[in-house]
C-alpha cells in the first residue's frame, strides 16, 4: 500500500492545478451548485477532468475572448489554452462558511470572487440581511489579506463579481437595485460589527493602540455609507452583473462569463 500511496502523492505533487481559477461563494440556494453543473455541462464535448466534486474545470464559451489573449485568434494554442479554468464551489451553510472564507487568505491560483446571490430572496429583507452578512465578512477577509500583506509590491488584486441570479423569476430585482441594497445592508453590518466590538474591548480594557489595530471596519474609515467603489483602495473591484442559470427560456449567463473573460 505504501508505494501506492508515495506515488500518488508524488504524482499529485508533480501535477499541481496550475489553472485560474474561481471561487463561487453566496449564501446556500442562491445557485452556485446550478451555475457549477451549467459550466461543466456547457464544455462536456471536449476532453473532461473534474479534479472533485467541489470543482470543475470549465471553459470559456466561443466568442469570448480570454483579456490576455485578446490579440491572438481562436485556433491558436496559447489563446485556447487561455480559455481553461477552474470553478470550486464553496458551501454556502452558515456553520460551513468559515472554510469558504479561509480559502481567501491563500488564495493560490484565484483569479476572482463569484458571489452569487438569489436576485428574488434579496427583495426581502431576510434574504438580504442574510446576503449582505457574508458578502461583508468575504470582502472583509479580501481587504485584510491586502492590508497584511508584507511585499512592497502588495498582493496581486482580487475582482468580486456579485452575480445576481434568478433573473428569470417575476419577483427578482435588476442588478442596480442589488446593489444599492446590499451596499446598504453592508453599511449597517458595518455599524452593529463595530459596535460590538467597541463593547467587548470595554471589558477587556485591552490596549488602545492594538483595538486601533484590529478595528475590522470594512473599506473607507469614515462613518458614511458603504459603497462598493471604497473597496478599490484595497485592490478589489466589485461589478454587479444579472443573470440566470435556469429559467423557461434556458440560461443567461453571459454577463458572467464575459466577466470571468476580462480575468483570464
Ligand atoms: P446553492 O445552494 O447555491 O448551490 O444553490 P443551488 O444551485 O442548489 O440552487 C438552489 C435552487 O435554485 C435549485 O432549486 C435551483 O434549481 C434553483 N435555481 C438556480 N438557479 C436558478 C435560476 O437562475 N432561476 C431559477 N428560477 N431557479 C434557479
Redesign the pocket.
Known sequence: LLPILLHLYIYRRATPTTLPTFL?L????????????LAERAQAATTRTSTSPLAVEALLPDGLTPASSSYRSAGDPAFERARRFQLI?TP?HGKLRHYAISKLANPTNVRGIIF?V?A?SVADETGLNEAAEYLHDVLLALQKRYTGAKTSKGPTEIPVLIAA?????FTALPPHLIKLSLEKAISNVRKSRATGLKESGAVLTADQGDLEEEREWLGEGGEGPFEFWQMEEVGMSVDVRG?????TDG?DVKTWFKWIADQL
Not at 443573470?243 to 429559467?247: A, E, L
Request: hydrophobic fraction near 35%; proline fraction near 3%; charge should be negative.
Open positions: 463561487l453566496g449564501p446556500s440556494g442562491s445557485g452556485k451548485t446550478a451555475l457549477l453543473t464551489d454556502g452569487v438569489d428574488a441570479n434568478k433573473s428569470d423569476l443573470g440566470n442559470v435556469v429559467g440560461a
